[in-house]
């Protein structure tokens, strides 16, 4: 399987789910994730990845309802390894919306991630909902 084809399998069962209830719906990602698999969000510590969706005191899902992904271009080294770049779309519960660069570079093993790094610049999302209040 190509792993472009994992990443936008992956992104399309995220988007639209509304963030602040993610506990509700992270198990549906397992099959997407090997059991100790890690997801490092920007310059944050490595996280088991269940957990890096439903973090205690994170402030996103604060101000985020949605999020949509768009895979822009997938480079994979044969090997398991994959970057990829992406726009991003948060759909603020205040109204509107922000459409982000962002970037995730993952490691996966037998179809399954086993580990996730991302970057976006989450300031711009912070910076509009604080106008919409």
């Not at 996280?47 to 994979?76: C, Q, Y």
Request: hydrophobic share 45%; net charge negative; glycine share 10%.
């Amino acid at each position: 399987m190509a792993l472009a084809d994992l990443l936008r399998r992956y992104y399309a069962s995220i988007d639209g789910r509304p963030l602040d209830r993610a506990g509700e719906w992270v198990e549906d990602l397992a099959g997407f994730f090997a059991d100790d698999a890690t997801i490092r969000v920007v310059n944050g510590r490595p996280d088991g990845w269940r957990a890096a969706f439903v973090r205690d005191g994170a402030r996103l899902p604060e101000i985020v309802a949605t999020t949509r992904h768009e895979v822009l271009n997938v480079l994979e080294d044969g090997d398991g390894r994959v970057a990829c770049e992406l726009a991003v779309t948060y759909e603020l519960k205040a109204g509107g919306s922000v459409t982000l660069p962002g970037s995730v570079f993952a490691r996966v093993r037998d179809e399954r991630f086993t580990e996730q790094h991302m970057y976006v610049d989450f300031a711009p999302v912070f910076r509009a909902a604080r106008k919409g209040d």
